[in-house]
C-alpha cells in the first residue's frame, strides 16, 4: 500500500461516479465529525459503551475524541519506540480493546518498531474516563520484518478481537513484490509474514495456541497461523451479528481485492498471493479461496478494507459491507448473498477527488453503536487528518427511471436536512477542460469514463449546455431535460446525482449515488 497526499477539500468538487446498479442502493454521505489530526489511520471504540471514539495516528499517539472534539492530552503515546515517516507504512498501525476492557483494562497495538520489526503489545488503563498506564506495556508478539529500518513495506497493521475471544492479527508479507515466486513468505507456513494469525492472550506467557489452530499439528508449520496467501492485508473486520470476516488485501500490480470467511471456517484458508492477485490466476491455481470482489489499479490502488453496517440508524444500510480505496478516493458497497452459494452484489457508490489532490481514505472504523467511521489524511498539511462518519442520505429523489425521445421530464432532488443546498450534478455529453464562472471559480472536468459537472454558487449559470441539446438547464435541486428527439440519445448512459453543499463553511455536506434514466 502506497500512501499518497490529500488536499483537504476547500471549494469545488469533481465526483467521478462509475455506476453499478445504483437505483437500488441507499445513497450515503460523509459527514465531518473532527479534524486537525496527524495521520490518523484507524478511529475504533472501546467496548464500554462511554460513547468516546479512539484515533491511532501514524506518529505514535492515540487520541480521544469525546463528542466531536479531540482530547488534548493523548491516551497513548509511543513516539519513542516507533519507526515512522510520514507517508510511509511504518509507524503505530492497529490498535484493538479487549472484550472486558472494562474490567481488566486491556488493549492492545500493533506498530513498528525502531528496526522495522513487527510488535504486538499489551497496555493497561484504568480510571473513568480511562487513562494508560505508560509503564504497563507487554510485549505480546514480535515478528522480523525485513528490511531492517524504517524503509519496510507490506506491513499489515490489523488487530481484533474475534466473537470466539481470541486476537486476530494481519501481518503483511514483508515487501516481496514478485508474482508466483515460491520464496514469498505469505506462501510458506513457516513465516507469519502475510498471515492472518490467531492467538489466545487470556492465557499463557504470553499467550497460548488456540487447540482449533488450523496448523497446530502440522509439522513445520507455525501454529499462529489461521489463513495465509495474503500480500499485505491491511484491514479486516468481523461482522459483528455473523462472526465473518471480511479482508482487505491490497494487490501489487494489477489488481485489488476484498476477501471473506465465513463464520464456520475451520481456518486455513489460502487467498492466492502470490500465485494470484485479485481476480488474475495466470497459472489457474486451483488450490485457493477466490476473492469476493476485484478491481483494477486504473493506474494505482490501495483497497482499504471496511465493515459490514449493523447500525441503528440508517436501516437501509443494514447489512452492506463498506469499503474504499487510498489512491482513487472512491467508496464502493457489497450485499453478501440471501442464499448459500448465491452472488455478491457490488455498487461503486462515491469518488471524492479534489482537483488539487486526493481525498486519501486512510482506514475504516466501528463506532459502539455500529456506526461506520473512516479516517483520510493530507500530506499537503500533516496536521489536518480528518474522520468522517458514513451515513445514508434522508434524500428525496423524484425522477422516472425511463423516458422517451421528444418527451421533457423534471428531475427534483433535495435533502431535507440541510434546505436550499442541494446541487445536482449530471452527466455531460462531451468534456470542458474547464469553465470559468463568476467569482473566479473554475469547474474542473475529468474523465472518468462519465463526465459530471458540479454547479455551485451560481443556480443560473448557463454556460456549461450541450450544443446539440442533451443538457437544457442547470440549477439547484431542480434540473429539466428537453430530450432531443434523436436516436443517438436513446440507451442507458444517462445518469443523475446530487451533492449537498454549504457555502458559509465551504464544505461539501453530502454526495448521492448516481440515478440512471433509460431513453427509448
Request: with cysteine.
Amino acid at each position: 500500500m502506497n500512501f499518497k497526499g490529500e488536499v483537504q477539500i476547500l471549494i469545488l468538487l469533481i465526483f467521478l461516479i462509475n455506476i453499478v446498479n445504483a437505483q437500488t442502493v441507499p445513497p450515503i454521505i460523509l459527514q465531518r465529525i473532527t479534524g486537525g489530526l496527524q495521520d490518523p489511520l484507524y478511529v475504533t471504540h472501546d467496548g464500554t459503551g462511554n460513547g468516546i471514539l479512539y484515533t491511532v495516528q501514524q506518529n505514535g499517539i492515540i487520541k480521544k475524541v469525546i463528542n466531536g472534539v479531540i482530547q488534548s492530552v493523548p491516551f497513548l503515546d509511543i513516539g519513542g519506540q516507533i519507526c515512522y515517516s510520514s507517508g510511509g507504512e511504518t509507524g503505530l498501525l492497529g490498535l484493538a480493546f479487549h472484550p472486558n476492557f472494562a474490567s481488566n483494562g486491556f488493549l492492545y497495538i500493533y506498530y513498528t518498531d525502531l528496526n522495522g520489526d513487527v510488535i504486538v503489545k499489551r497496555y493497561t488503563a484504568s480510571g473513568n474516563p480511562p487513562v494508560v498506564n505508560i509503564i504497563s506495556g507487554i510485549q505480546i508478539l514480535f515478528i522480523d520484518h525485513p528490511p531492517a529500518g524504517c524503509g519496510g513495506t507490506h506491513n499489515g497493521g490489523m488487530i481484533e478481537f474475534g466473537p470466539d475471544g481470541y486476537l486476530y492479527i494481519a501481518v503483511g508479507n514483508g515487501g516481496f513484490s514478485n508474482p508466483g515466486s515460491s520464496s514469498d513468505p505469505a506462501i510458506n507456513l513457516n513465516s507469519l509474514l502475510g498471515k492472518i494469525l490467531r492467538i489466545d492472550v487470556n492465557g499463557g506467557s504470553p499467550y497460548l495456541i488456540p487447540l482449533t489452530n488450523p496448523f497446530i499439528n502440522t509439522p513445520g508449520a507455525l501454529p499462529e497461523i489461521w489463513a495465509y496467501g495474503l500480500r499485505n492485508p491491511w484491514r479486516f473486520s468481523f461482522d459483528s451479528l455473523t462472526g465473518d470476516i471480511y479482508i482487505g488485501d491490497v494487490g501489487n500490480f494489477d489488481q485489488e481485492e476484498i476477501d471473506y470467511q465465513p463464520s464456520i471456517s475451520n481456518g486455513g484458508e489460502h487467498y492466492g498471493w502470490p500465485w494470484t492477485e485479485g481476480c488474475f490466476n495466470p497459472a489457474s491455481f486451483p488450490a485457493y479461496t477466490p476473492p469476493i470482489y476485484c478491481y483494477s489499479h486504473n493506474p494505482f490502488g490501495a483497497v482499504m478494507g471496511g465493515y459490514i453496517y449493523r447500525g441503528s440508524q440508517y436501516p437501509e444500510m443494514y447489512g452492506r459491507y463498506y469499503f474504499g480505496d487510498y489512491s482513487q478516493d472512491k467508496i464502493w458497497s457489497i450485499t453478501p448473498p440471501t442464499i448459500p452459494g448465491g452472488s455478491w452484489s457490488t455498487t461503486e457508490q462515491l469518488t471524492l477527488n479534489d482537483p488539487n489532490g486526493v481525498f486519501a481514505i486512510t482506514s475504516f472504523g466501528e463506532g459502539p453503536n455500529g456506526e461506520i467511521y473512516l479516517t483520510s489524511r493530507n500530506s499537503a498539511n500533516v496536521y489536518s487528518g480528518e474522520i468522517y462518519n458514513v451515513k445514508a442520505t434522508k434524500s428525496i429523489i423524484n425522477m422516472p427511471s425511463s423516458a422517451s425521445l421528444g418527451q421533457t421530464i423534471t428531475i427534483q432532488m433535495s435533502d431535507p436536512l440541510h434546505p436550499g443546498k442541494v446541487y445536482i450534478l449530471v452527466k455531460s455529453a462531451f468534456t470542458h477542460p474547464s469553465m470559468q464562472i463568476p467569482g473566479g471559480i473554475t469547474l474542473l472536468l475529468a474523465d472518468d469514463g462519465f463526465y459530471f459537472l458540479l454547479s455551485l454558487f451560481y443556480p443560473n449559470v448557463m454556460g456549461l449546455i450541450n450544443s446539440q441539446g442533451i443538457l437544457d438547464s442547470l440549477g439547484q435541486a431542480t434540473a429539466i431535460w428537453n430530450i432531443p428527439n434523436n436516436p443517438l440519445v436513446g440507451g442507458s448512459d444517462h445518469y443523475f446525482a446530487f451533492v449537498t453543499y454549504d457555502p458559509s463553511t465551504q464544505s461539501v455536506i453530502a454526495v448521492s449515488a448516481p440515478y440512471q434514466i433509460t431513453i427509448t
